[in-house]
Structures are given as C-alpha cells and as structure tokens.
Nanobody, 127 residues
C-alpha cells in the first residue's frame, strides 16, 4: 500500500517561506505524476502544482506561479513544494497526491485523477 506523508507545514508571516515534503512510507511505486493540492475551510480542494515523474514537466496554478516551485528527488523518493512570498490567501491544508494515469495538462490539475493522497499539512501565512 502506498502511504504518502507530508511534512514541513507551519506558520509564517506574510512574505515568508516554507518547504513542504511528501514521502512515500509504503510500498515502492512509480506514479505518472505527483501533485500538491490545498483546501481552506469552507472551500473546495484546489490544484496548486504538479510534476510528471519521468520528464519532470511542471504545472502550476496561476495564483502560485512564480512563487512556488515543485520538485522531486528520485533517490529520496520525495516530492517537494518550495513556497516563497507566502500570502495570507495561501493559508490552507496542503495535500500531496499521486496519479497513475493522467492525460493532458488539463487533467493533471483535477483532483479526481489522483489515486493516492496524504493526510495533509497545515500552512498559515498571517499579515
């Protein structure tokens, strides 16, 4: 069983930085892509960023483009999200997820295409 575990969340001031990590503590697997989503109270889960595992093609939500960077370390089998210039509106629970089969730059942004999810880590940016 794949078990994704996020870490690195916390509280920062407006403009601060955090780096989230997502490691698989279960059986080894090779996803087509992995991504980060976030969900604020009372809101739907939204796409943040994704990366294809083999080609390392990256995708970002417009709201985080230029501020967040998604990457992965094959040797450590870990996914990262570097978040810079954090804003209060970035505050949410952040989830990492893995997708086995995704087709196209639109589908990779859709949560229902992801098969495995972590438990989430809270990020709070306050003004």
């Amino acid at each position: 069983q794949v078990m994704l575990v996020e870490s690195g969340g916390g509280s920062v001031q407006d403009g601060g930085s955090l780096r989230l990590s997502c490691a698989n503590s279960g059986r080894p697997f090779s996803p087509y892509a992995m991504g980060w989503f976030r969900q604020a109270p009372g809101s739907e889960r939204e796409f943040v960023a994704a990366i294809t595992w083999t080609t390392r093609t990256t995708y970002y939500a417009d709201s985080v483009k230029g501020r967040f960077t998604i990457s992965r370390d094959n040797a450590k089998k870990t996914l990262y999200l570097q978040m810079d210039s954090l804003k209060p509106e970035d505050s949410a629970e952040y989830f990492c997820a893995a997708a086995q089969h995704v087709s196209g730059s639109y589908s990779i942004r859709e949560a229902h295409n992801y098969n495995n999810w972590g438990q989430g880590t809270q990020v709070t940016a306050s003004s």
